[in-house]
């Protein structure tokens, strides 16, 4: 499996079309306010995902564990 983050405004169809994911309703965003979204896909790299940064399974679950993926604990 490999992942990119790109801006949810870049994703196209074809993205869509190459990647795990079924539509962009599935896509997991950020929480912060650029609304960057993670695009898992197999196989080989589609000429549509050129140009983007790919991670693997360890890398991206480090990405995810930050602060840009998890919301802060509510203080009490």
Same mark, same amino acid.
């Given at each position: 499996?490999?992942?990119?983050?790109?801006?949810?405004?870049?994703?196209?169809? @074809?993205?869509? $079309?190459?990647?795990?994911?079924?539509?962009?309703?599935?896509?997991?965003?950020?929480?912060? #306010?650029? /609304?960057? &979204?993670?695009?898992?896909?197999?196989?080989?790299?589609? @000429?549509?995902? $050129?140009?983007?940064?790919?991670?693997?399974?360890?890398?991206?679950?480090?990405?995810?564990? #930050?602060? /840009?993926? &998890?919301?802060?604990?509510?203080?009490?």
């Amino acid at each position: 499996m490999k992942y990119m983050i790109i801006l949810y405004n870049e994703v196209t169809d @074809e993205m869509i $079309d190459n990647a795990i994911e079924t539509s962009r309703d599935t896509l997991r965003h950020s929480i912060q #306010g650029d /609304d960057k &979204v993670i695009l898992k896909y197999s196989g080989d790299d589609f @000429e549509c995902f $050129d140009g983007h940064t790919k991670y693997n399974h360890s890398e991206i679950l480090e990405i995810v564990h #930050g602060e /840009d993926w &998890v919301a802060p604990e509510e203080e009490i």
